[in-house]
């Protein structure tokens, strides 16, 4: 009886009011609320005495745990130079700043970071966008500071994502905003000039309302207006730079044919009494300006273009004799002393003087494991420490570091044109001086009747406008972007789904990105572990945060967990510590055993309880589900290659489900792996390099298109074209192959222009071409290229299994 109540007040679980995390007992509480943490219980507190408790009843558990909080030093937000950078907005009395809160995940949180101005009166107004998970703060700088309101952020458990990334989304929103408003008016004049010209696509001249028909005609012309002027003004900008450098671009033909399209329609209305073609006019931009969105919006949610700025700590903790501060981390110099706690990466290569360094390089070398260094070894830039904190001191810059130099490589400032805009820029030089000339004879083949020759010179022009060179490219492109994007495969732009379909050679990264970062194969050989074995072993390795440690506890069965006494953790050996008065020793084979440690082809964790050696855990790296099918699939098409940053222990497993047709290279550094590709580049190869790491950076910059996969796509992600998820690896193919699809799409797409332009030029010419015709083709040209290549897009991704 007495072990069934032991049993049943073990599997009783008790949860955090505050955050829903189990309690280990019901000690720290407050009447009949309990909690996991003093953290927790604090934040409650602090909720309490401003009567905002409402936050619970909102959701349950709401609250971020604060089981592992630790009060931050936020000096460094005291710095002016700091200060300018996060800020949008300030005129000394008010100012407005932007922070990313990724903590924020349910309605209890946007309604206690909308009510922070009870928390701080001298926060105005807070106000948050949830998709973005960003919050905007108004505050008055002579009540609160920017360090206060971090501060209380944290507090809450919200602390801001702080880094050195330069913002630029107010630029991108401006951008996008402006292009939105002259779609806007685009669209509402071409609407509105089709609703007055009605009577003119039904023919219908009654003479008595010829009055009438000459006022439409005249508010048409100031419908078009800001069309002219305003929204198409940007092709005409582009047309004047190209021609003022001798290029003809694509925007030349577009210009003129808009510059003739309106001048023809004003002569037509004002002095021939004639409708005009300002409902071409207006309809030709409106499409081009929804193009040029396809073309140019990129996944705002997501971040392609970093550099080491992005992963650094904003902040660096320094010693300066018995005291410690913070600072931004760009301020940081050559000998300063700087603390780094657990989990904290070192900004900078520095020298360990004091604690045990347990170095987690798998950002920057893609090594799975931690490395153990001594007093007066180099901590090399991106290398995170495991375990106690350390006291190291920098012997470079920030910029100057090991890992930083990747950024000073030519693959990080290249500048490439779209082949299709190239291909289309070169047909524009001769398709404008070809248009010109057959306008020019249209006109001499009419004289003498000088009426005719003149509607025959601006009607070839007119029509003649390349409207498929226009939009079948950024609307074909951006609806296989759109596509993607729903099978969670991020694209940066419609460019690189050109580049993808150019592709002949791939390189894998292989930790992390064709195996699972979190996910190991364990496997435990040696006697049979009995249940309270095993629950000794689970209670020891829940005190470490090494990953073999993670790995194991993962691995072992849910039960019980014991309290754990004299644990000692020795950084690169192994564990002791004693559980219900028993002995438990894991760790390498020589720390367990006393054995010298042999060569092994995987990682292995030996276990002794009370000086008995019960065996050894195997620990593999998983790969990715569906991964030989895959690399069967793509090796008929593409020479692959494996880049990897480990040792040569996972050999045998890769050349069985590469079949022994991969390259395969180990203990590649970051450079060693940008080296690579660009040597198969010299080779005239064109590559798609797919990783997941730091050190995966350069080589994805430097390669034709880098994919870069993540199993989340709101956490690191280096810099690359695209982000594919971790659960779309397996559609690799398919999207290459779709890409090649939409290449042929356009190509089908200027097909359809070439034979519409034939026709249209066939009438221009011969001065046949009415008003009537001329207002219903264009329009109509462009409308069918866009539905062409939308409805094409879609039925082959259908095809394809991606709708």
Request: proline share 2%; charged share 20%; hydrophobic share 40%.
């Amino acid at each position: 009886m007495k072990e069934e109540l032991l049993k049943e007040k073990i599997t009783t679980k008790t949860l955090c009011y505050h955050c829903s995390e189990e309690c280990s007992d019901d000690s720290i509480r407050i009447n009949d609320k309990i909690f996991c943490c003093n953290g927790c219980k604090t934040v409650y507190e602090l909720l309490d005495q401003n009567n905002l408790c409402t936050y619970y009843s909102i959701e349950q558990s709401p609250g971020n745990t604060r089981k592992y909080y630790t009060k931050r030093n936020y000096d460094f937000l005291d710095d002016e130079d700091l200060k300018q950078k996060l800020i949008e907005f300030s005129d000394g009395k008010k100012t407005n700043v932007a922070f990313s809160i990724p903590q924020m995940h349910c309605s209890s949180c946007i309604w206690i970071l909308e009510n922070l101005y009870k928390l701080d009166n001298g926060i105005i107004s807070s106000r948050v966008n949830f998709l973005q998970k960003k919050l905007f703060i108004t505050f008055a700088e002579k009540i609160t500071s920017l360090k206060k309101i971090v501060e209380l952020l944290d507090s809450l458990g919200y602390e801001p994502l702080l880094n050195l990334d330069a913002k630029n989304e107010t630029a991108v929103y401006n951008e996008y905003k402006n292009l939105y408003y002259k779609i806007g008016i685009a669209g509402f004049s071409f609407g509105n000039i089709m609703l007055l010209s009605f009577p003119e696509y039904l023919s219908i001249n009654v003479v008595e309302h010829s009055e009438l028909k000459q006022i439409f005609s005249y508010i048409n012309i100031l419908l078009s207006l800001p069309v002219f002027f305003y929204s198409s003004n940007d092709y005409f900008i582009s047309a004047w730079k190209g021609l003022k450098k001798k290029i003809v671009n694509i925007d030349v033909p577009l210009a003129l044919g808009i510059f003739v399209l309106f001048l023809r329609s004003i002569y037509d209305i004002i002095f021939l009494g004639g409708a005009g073609y300002l409902d071409s006019l207006t309809g030709l931009v409106f499409f081009l300006l929804i193009g040029k969105v396809f073309q140019n919006k990129t996944y705002d949610t997501l971040n392609f273009e970093r550099n080491y700025k992005s992963y650094f700590p904003i902040a660096v903790t320094i010693k300066n004799g018995d005291n410690e501060t913070t600072i931004p981390v760009e301020k940081l110099k050559v000998g300063q002393r700087i603390i780094v706690k657990n989990n904290e990466i070192i900004p900078a290569d520095s020298i360990l003087i004091k604690g045990f360094g347990n170095i987690d390089y798998s950002f920057v070398t893609g090594e799975l494991f931690p490395v153990n260094v001594q007093n007066g070894e180099t901590i090399f830039a991106g290398g995170k420490q495991i375990g106690s904190a350390i006291e190291v001191e920098t012997i470079k810059n920030v910029s100057q570091s090991y890992l930083t130099q990747l950024w000073n490589r030519t693959a990080f400032n290249r500048n490439e044109e779209s082949q299709i805009t190239s291909f289309a820029n070169i047909v524009s030089k001769y398709f404008t001086f070809g248009i010109i000339s057959f306008a020019v004879l249209a006109a001499l083949f009419a004289l003498p009747n000088y009426k005719i020759a003149f509607d025959a010179f601006t009607a070839v022009l007119i029509v003649a406008c390349p409207c498929a060179l226009a939009l079948s490219t950024p609307f074909t492109l951006g609806n296989t972007l759109r596509i993607f994007g729903k099978n969670k495969f991020y694209l940066k732009n419609t460019f690189i789904v050109e580049k993808l379909s150019s592709i002949d050679t791939i390189v894998f990264d292989k930790t992390g990105t064709i195996t699972e970062r979190n996910n190991s194969l364990v496997n435990f050989i040696g006697l049979d572990l009995s249940e309270n074995e095993k629950d000794l072993i689970k209670s020891v390795v829940a005190n470490s945060t090494h990953p073999l440690s993670r790995a194991i506890f993962n691995f072992l069965s849910p039960n019980r967990i014991y309290p754990v006494e004299n644990y000692e953790e020795n950084i690169g050996q192994g564990i002791i510590a004693l559980v219900n008065k028993n002995k438990i020793k894991i760790g390498s084979e020589q720390f367990v055993t006393n054995k010298n440690q042999n060569e092994l082809d995987s990682t292995k964790v030996f276990v002794a309880i009370n000086e008995e050696i019960k065996g050894y855990f195997e620990i593999k790296n998983k790969y990715r589900a569906g991964l030989k099918e895959i690399v069967s699939q793509l090796l008929k098409k593409y020479q692959i290659f494996v880049l990897s940053g480990d040792n040569e222990s996972e050999k045998n497993n890769l050349n069985e489900i590469f079949h022994g047709n991969a390259g395969l290279y180990f203990n590649y550094s970051p450079h060693d792996k940008l080296n690579f590709i660009e040597k198969l580049q010299n080779q005239n190869k064109k590559v798609l390099m797919f990783g997941d790491g730091l050190n995966d950076a350069g080589a994805l910059k430097q390669s034709d298109v880098g994919i870069s996969i993540t199993d989340n796509t709101n956490n690191f992600t280096p810099a690359s074209d695209a982000i594919l998820d971790s659960q779309s690896f397996r559609l690799i193919n398919v999207f290459i192959n779709f890409s090649k699809t939409s290449k042929k799409i356009i190509i089908a797409s200027f097909v359809l222009s070439i034979i519409y332009n034939i026709i249209g030029l066939t009438f221009a010419f011969e001065g046949k071409l009415t008003p009537l015709f001329a207002a219903i083709l264009m329009p109509l040209s462009s409308i069918s290229v866009v539905i062409f290549t939308t409805i094409a897009t879609n039925l082959l991704a259908n095809k394809k299994g991606l709708i």
